[in-house]
T-cell receptor, first 114, second 115 residues
Framework: AQKVTQAQTEISVVEKEDVTLDCVYE???????LFWYKQPPSGELVFLIR??????QNEISGRYSWNFQKSTSSFNFTITASQVVDSAVYFC???????????FGSGTKLNVKP | GAVVSQHPSRVICKSGTSVKIECRSL??????MFWYRQFPKQSLMLMAT?????????EQGVEKDKFLINHASLTLSTLTVTSAHPEDSSFYIC???????????FGPGTRLTVL
C-alpha cells in the first residue's frame, strides 16, 4: 500500500523566516518517485521537484531545498527566507516506479505574513 | 514541463444539466491524462486515468456513467459531468503525462458550481 502523510495542516511564519514542510511516506516498492507541488490560491498545481528513490542526494534550488532520507521515509521541503509569495498549499506525492499513479498527501497550508 | 489548459475555468449550471470540461496539453503529447477532484481544503482525489484512444480507468467509487471521460487525441481530454447535482460542485483538475514520463503536469482547474 502507498501512503503519504503531511502531518502539518497549516503553518504560519513571518517573512524571512525559514520553514520546513514535512513529508513521510509508506511504500513496499523498492523504486519510486517523490514529488512536491505548490498550489497557490489560484488553484493550479505547480511542479517543484521530482526525486528518484535511488538518488538520496539532497537538492537546492534557490531558496528551496529538499532533504530525502530513505532510512526514515521522509522527503522534507525547506524554504529559506520565506516570502509572502510562498503562501500556498504544498503537496507531497509518491509515484511507484512501474505504475503511473500519484498518491498525494493531505497538503500543508503555508501562510507567510509580512 | 508541459503547459496544460482547462476550459472553462469556472462554470455555474442548474441541477440536472450536463457540463463538459476540456483539458488541453498545449505543447506536449499527453499519452495519459488524469482527472482529479478536489474539495475545499482537501487533497486531490483521483477520479480516472485515460490513455489516448482507450477507455478511461475509473477509481473505485467514481461513477463512470456520471463522469464521462473522452481522450480522443494526444492533446485533448474531456470530462462531462452528466445530470449534475449540487453535490457535484467541486474543483476539477486535469493532469497530463507523456510516454515514459514520470511526472504529471497539472492544468489550472475548473470550478464547477451546481445550483
Amino acid at each position: 500500500a502507498q501512503k503519504v502523510t503531511q502531518a502539518q495542516t497549516e503553518i504560519s511564519v513571518v517573512e524571512k523566516e525559514d520553514v520546513t514542510l514535512d513529508c513521510v511516506y509508506e511504500t513496499r516498492d523498492t523504486t519510486y518517485y517523490l514529488f512536491w507541488y505548490k498550489q497557490p490560491p489560484s488553484g493550479e498545481l505547480v511542479f517543484l521537484i521530482r526525486r528518484n528513490s535511488f538518488d538520496e542526494q539532497n537538492e537546492i534550488s534557490g531558496r528551496y531545498s529538499w532533504n530525502f532520507q530513505k532510512s526514515t521515509s521522509s522527503f522534507n521541503f525547506t524554504i529559506t527566507a520565506s516570502q509572502v509569495v510562498d503562501s500556498a498549499v504544498y503537496f507531497c506525492a509518491l509515484r511507484p516506479y512501474n505504475f503511473n499513479k500519484f498518491y498525494f498527501g493531505s497538503g500543508t497550508k503555508l501562510n507567510v505574513k509580512p | 514541463g508541459a503547459v496544460v489548459s482547462q476550459h472553462p475555468s469556472r462554470v455555474i449550471c442548474k441541477s440536472g444539466t450536463s457540463v463538459k470540461i476540456e483539458c488541453r496539453s498545449l505543447d506536449f503529447q499527453a499519452t495519459t491524462m488524469f482527472w482529479y477532484r478536489q474539495f475545499p481544503k482537501q487533497s486531490l482525489m483521483l477520479m480516472a486515468t485515460s490513455n489516448e484512444g482507450s477507455k478511461a480507468t475509473y477509481e473505485q467509487g467514481v461513477e463512470k456513467d456520471k463522469f464521462l471521460i473522452n481522450h480522443a487525441s494526444l492533446t485533448l481530454s474531456t470530462l462531462t459531468v452528466t445530470s449534475a447535482h449540487p453535490e457535484d460542485s467541486s474543483f476539477y483538475i486535469c493532469s497530463v503525462s507523456g510516454q515514459g514520463e514520470d511526472t504529471q503536469y497539472f492544468g489550472p482547474g475548473t470550478r464547477l458550481t451546481v445550483l
